[in-house]
């Protein structure tokens, strides 16, 4: 088993590049099979999460190569199977995009329930209302989730809470149905405006898309072109959280400082410094950062991503913070993890309280799921000593070289596997 074994107290000083955005690649991806030409998707992530889904798409007949490290050529046009494997769709959650990308090619969809990380009830049933509003029956027999409908006709979906997978899915399975499907309380997320982009460069026709209403008039075909996706919000806010957390000063390079102003704006109220540039931002501290509440909301509200990332900061903020998760029902399982490092955070459902102690201590820790393993990241380089991180798995699902990118800013990390010699001399 991998860890990563970190030395804390180094302050991280440079500039980082952030890479592509995971929430959009797994989406895009997904949408190419759409696609009846080939389609071109630049600034792909090189991220586990990616390789699963490319490994699906091949599964069902699509012909998927590399043009260069980050750029991705797929041709869709021989898949003929609407039927996905169960090994695979079992490794992330993003899987449930393929339900309506198969959909809305085939009419016809059969994807295994989909895996990825666990920390709260998720169910799809808004995904379904969409797809049962555009015609498709859907069921669920055998450990599988099957959609079909004889021809998919427009409609009016009105989604009784916000849900990004559920507006994505069902944007990908009205885009060539007939006639206008309209989403109203539709998310926002950066995420959801680049699906449509996409979609829109293969010749879709979405407007709204960064709006509560999308509207979608369907096409008789996409026919393919090249699309360049976002970068990572999630990813930026780590790295800043991380530059705040390191009293660092650090530059973000390559992100969209609009999709950032939430985690700014929490920032400069902690007493950190933020500066925006055209294409980046820079994160420095001197002086101690301040206690802060923190709720998430959908976009373009504090995202459910930085949640762990933030409560990783604040435990070792002098006073009492509130972090209040209005998205999901349990996603504080990480906080035990947390506790390993001195932190004090009492959890009451969906509140947490963190009494900030003044030096986190170096702990062997575990990455409960993918942004748990970012928050363990940013305690283990505040903490006094080393700290070991396991289940690395979780963490390679969606940032791209995490450990190769914070020893390019000082940090003293290296990733080992478990049954190799005590590693505290080498990172020192």
Request: proline letters at 4%.
């Amino acid at each position: 088993m991998e860890k990563f074994v970190i030395m804390g107290g180094k302050r991280l000083v440079g500039e980082v590049t952030i890479s592509g955005a995971k929430n959009a690649a797994v989406a895009v991806i997904p949408a190419a099979l759409l696609v009846e030409g080939v389609c071109r998707i630049e600034n792909v992530p090189s991220i586990k999460d990616v390789d699963v889904i490319v490994d699906i798409l091949k599964y069902l007949g699509a012909k998927v190569k590399y043009t260069d490290s980050h750029s991705l050529e797929i041709n869709c046009e021989r898949v003929r199977s609407f039927s996905a494997p169960y090994e695979l769709t079992d490794r992330m959650r993003a899987s449930y995009y393929l339900i309506g990308a198969l959909l809305g090619r085939f009419n016809h969809a059969e994807v295994p329930p989909p895996g990825g990380c666990n920390f709260g009830c998720r169910p799809i049933d808004m995904h379904i209302k969409g797809f049962e509003a555009l015609g498709a029956k859907v069921s669920f027999d055998r450990g599988v989730i099957e959609a079909h409908a004889t021809k998919l006709q427009a409609a009016q979906v009105f989604m009784d809470i916000v849900s990004v997978g559920a507006t994505i899915n069902i944007m990908l399975a009205a885009v060539r149905a007939e006639g206008t499907t309209v989403i109203e309380n539709a998310a926002k997320e950066p995420h959801v405006v680049d699906v449509a982009n996409f979609l829109n460069a293969m010749g879709a026709d979405v407007k709204g898309a960064g709006t509560d209403i999308i509207k979608i008039r369907g096409v008789g075909k996409l026919s393919g072109g090249t699309y360049t996706i976002i970068p990572d919000q999630i990813e930026a806010g780590t790295f800043m959280i991380a530059a705040a957390a390191t009293a660092g000063d650090v530059l973000v390079k390559n992100v969209i400082p609009k999709h950032m102003e939430s985690i700014t704006a929490k920032l400069i109220e902690m007493n950190a410094r933020v500066e925006e540039f055209d294409d980046s931002i820079r994160v420095s501290r001197e002086g101690e950062l301040q206690k802060a509440n923190v709720k998430t909301l959908p976009y373009p509200g504090f995202p459910t991503d930085l949640q762990p990332q933030i409560v990783a900061l604040l435990s070792a903020v002098p006073g009492t913070s509130v972090i209040t998760e209005s998205v999901w029902d349990n996603r504080f399982q990480y906080v035990s993890e947390l506790r390993r490092f001195g932190a004090q955070i009492n959890v009451d459902g969906r509140v947490a309280v963190i009494e900030g102690v003044e030096q986190l201590t170096g702990a062997p820790v575990r990455a409960t799921d993918l942004r748990a393993g970012a928050s363990m990241v940013i305690a283990a380089l505040m903490a006094q000593g080393v700290t070991e991180i396991y289940d690395l798995r979780h963490i390679d699902r969606g940032y791209e070289d995490l450990e190769d990118k914070l020893r390019r800013l000082g940090a003293q990390i290296v990733r080992k596997n478990d049954d190799t010699a005590d590693m505290v001399g080498e990172v020192v």
